[in-house]
């Protein structure tokens, strides 16, 4: 087991920092007495992410495409690379952009990390696996993925992202940690192609939830704090190999949508539409490697991460209301 404890980062570079996951990340690292250099170009985060840590001491935010290079100060000790396209609609509207992120970005993403001989840490995904044949999904597994599939852009981006981090461990003896991420949730998430954040913008609209097929594939969503947490615990390590990060909890996504239209308190109808194309059936991480080797697992459960997630929808769309009326 390696040394869990948290280590002092001088300075941190996170890409992709203006997203969902990545204001989290620059959130918790600057509370915990880290610099942080935030780079992203916005093309799927948004400035309002962050503009709560814009005045905080240590908070710099460079507006820069990563695949273009990582023009930034030396003095870095961890580069956590998160900039990437994340949802279903985007690696559709921003296709060659996700590979480009995902390759000439995570490389370098790694350039840096190199020159500056500090700690990286790629957010991977559990897209990985593909439709995974295996179930539970531990980190010995190799995946089912399509290349051609509507997803392909993000997975094998990803996979390519985790072989490139690998070479530069073993050639260039760079400290490296891969995160394959599961469904994350939260307050801040998009409703465009995110199941949870979907289910929660039409709950509170009235609107229908719009269930894709039967509605008995399954889901194990994770609390964004507790996979940001993952991601910090991964930066504290030495750890080299793939982790899980995700809940065990797997819920079907009709029971999600019932679920999240109670605590919504919401009579929005269930209407169900063709299922997505390589929409995967099952999800569900083994987390024995992140328990075992970094001490991690999920503190917060799936109703009370959903009740706050609600709760942030509704305070959020009431400002927007109160904005426009
Ligand atoms: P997000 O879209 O909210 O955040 C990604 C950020 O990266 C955005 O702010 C975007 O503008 C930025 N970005 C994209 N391309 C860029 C580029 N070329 N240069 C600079 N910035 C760029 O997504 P998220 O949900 O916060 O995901 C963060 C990371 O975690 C991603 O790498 C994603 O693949 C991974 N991940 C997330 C989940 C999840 O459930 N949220 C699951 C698995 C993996």
Not at 108 to 131: I, K, M
Request: net charge negative; charged share 25%; with cysteine.
């Amino acid at each position: 087991m390696s040394d869990n404890s948290q280590r002092r980062f001088r300075r941190a570079v996170v890409t992709g920092g203006g997203g969902f996951l990545g204001s989290y990340t620059c959130e918790m690292l600057l509370d915990r007495g880290t610099e942080v250099i935030c780079v992203d170009n916005f093309s799927s985060g948004h400035p309002s992410y962050i503009a709560h840590l814009r005045d905080r001491p240590g908070f710099t935010f460079l507006r820069a495409d990563v695949t273009e290079g990582l023009d930034v100060p030396s003095g870095v000790d961890l580069v956590m690379h998160l900039a990437s396209p994340a949802s279903i609609p985007e690696f559709y509207r921003l296709s060659i952009e996700t590979m480009l992120v995902g390759s000439a970005g995570t490389h370098n993403a790694l350039r840096l990390a190199h020159r500056e001989n500090a700690r990286f840490v790629l957010a991977s995904t559990s897209e990985v696996y593909g439709d995974p044949l295996r179930h539970p999904q531990d980190e010995e597994y190799w995946g089912n993925v399509n290349p051609i599939g509507p997803r392909a852009v993000y997975d094998e981006a990803k996979r390519y992202a985790e072989a490139l981090t690998t070479a530069y461990a073993k050639r260039h003896g760079v400290s490296v940690g891969i995160a394959r991420i599961f469904n994350s949730y939260g307050p801040r998430m998009r409703p465009d192609g995110r199941v949870i954040a979907g289910f929660v913008a039409q709950a509170l609209a009235g609107a229908p939830l719009t269930v894709h097929g039967d509605g008995a594939q399954t889901r194990s969503p994770c609390y964004a704090g507790d996979t940001v947490r993952g991601l910090l615990a991964i930066a504290d390590s030495d750890y080299p190999l793939p982790v899980n990060l995700g809940n065990v909890h797997e819920v079907t996504v009709l029971e999600l949508a019932l679920l999240i239209r109670e605590l919504a308190g919401s009579s929005s109808p269930i209407e169900h539409r063709p299922a997505d194309a390589d929409d995967p059936r099952q999800r569900r991480p083994d987390i024995g490697r992140a328990k075992r080797e970094l001490g991690w697992e999920p503190l917060v459960g799936l109703e009370e991460g959903l009740r706050r997630t609600v709760e942030a929808a509704r305070r959020e769309r009431s400002d927007n209301l109160s904005e426009v009326g």
